[in-house]
């Protein structure tokens, strides 16, 4: 006989299936909870650093637009070093120099950044002229980050102007494994007609 009332066990029952219910709830929010900590706590090291090398990028691409600007007047030929980009007022602000994940202060002056102290990356197109003694300006690196930038990361920067970051601890490793060209290291020589022409 049903008379509408409830029995105990059966509000227990229902109890147990309005719990069972919530579960997956809980789930989702304990879930969600973990991805907040761990992005929190763990990941936004790894996103400040790679917010720094694309900032580092456009450094290297500011520095590339600058030089390809300084050969542009100067028969095909890039710059001795940065110095001549700001004595010649190519690119005079200190502050695209230094890398943003170096505590590297930029320099006040020109004399103090000759020192080389407050500039945290490499130049390599001293002597070398547009047409890259023959090696494909896609694969000839002009300008890269001094070691210890970025850990076991290099950005580069190539003669045609493009940017790419590689993984490695030097840039010489870098140029061998991937089939680059580094002046200095294992491109060719100035022949004796650009010496004449452009001794340094």
Same mark, same amino acid.
Request: net charge negative.
């Given at each position: 006989m049903n008379d509408g009332t409830s029995t105990p066990e059966r509000g227990i029952e229902h109890q147990d299936h309005r719990l069972t219910g919530l579960w997956p709830l809980v789930l989702a929010v304990s879930v969600f909870a973990a991805l907040i900590c761990y992005s929190v706590f763990v990941d936004r090291p790894k996103m400040r650093e790679r917010a720094r090398r694309i900032n580092c990028a456009g450094n290297l691409k500011s520095l590339g637009l600058a030089v390809r600007m300084y050969s542009g007047d100067s028969d095909d030929h890039f710059p001795p070093n940065f110095s001549a980009l700001i004595?010649?007022?190519?690119?005079?602000?200190? $502050?695209?120099?230094?890398? &943003?994940?170096?505590?590297?202060?930029e320099a006040g002056s020109l004399e103090q950044f000759q020192t080389g102290e407050q500039c945290d990356y490499q130049y390599f197109g001293k002597g070398i002229a547009e047409d890259c003694r023959g090696c494909e300006p896609t694969?000839? /690196?002009?300008?890269?980050? $001094? &070691? +210890?930038?970025?850990?076991?990361?290099?950005?580069?920067?190539?003669?045609?102007?493009?940017? $790419?970051?590689?993984?490695?601890?030097?840039?010489?490793? /870098?140029?061998?494994?991937? +089939?680059?060209?580094? &002046?200095?290291?294992?491109? &060719? *020589?100035?022949? *004796?007609?650009?010496? *004449?022409?452009?001794? *340094?």
């Amino acid at each position: 006989m049903n008379d509408g009332t409830s029995t105990p066990e059966r509000g227990i029952e229902h109890q147990d299936h309005r719990l069972t219910g919530l579960w997956p709830l809980v789930l989702a929010v304990s879930v969600f909870a973990a991805l907040i900590c761990y992005s929190v706590f763990v990941d936004r090291p790894k996103m400040r650093e790679r917010a720094r090398r694309i900032n580092c990028a456009g450094n290297l691409k500011s520095l590339g637009l600058a030089v390809r600007m300084y050969s542009g007047d100067s028969d095909d030929h890039f710059p001795p070093n940065f110095s001549a980009l700001i004595t010649q007022d190519y690119l005079t602000t200190f $502050k695209v120099y230094t890398c &943003p994940s170096t505590v590297t202060q930029e320099a006040g002056s020109l004399e103090q950044f000759q020192t080389g102290e407050q500039c945290d990356y490499q130049y390599f197109g001293k002597g070398i002229a547009e047409d890259c003694r023959g090696c494909e300006p896609t694969k000839t /690196i002009l300008g890269c980050d $001094k &070691p +210890g930038n970025h850990r076991g990361y290099f950005t580069v920067w190539f003669a045609d102007g493009h940017v $790419k970051g590689y993984l490695g601890e030097s840039i010489e490793g /870098i140029a061998d494994q991937n +089939g680059l060209f580094l &002046p200095g290291y294992n491109m &060719p *020589e100035k022949t *004796e007609a650009e010496a *004449e022409l452009r001794p *340094e």
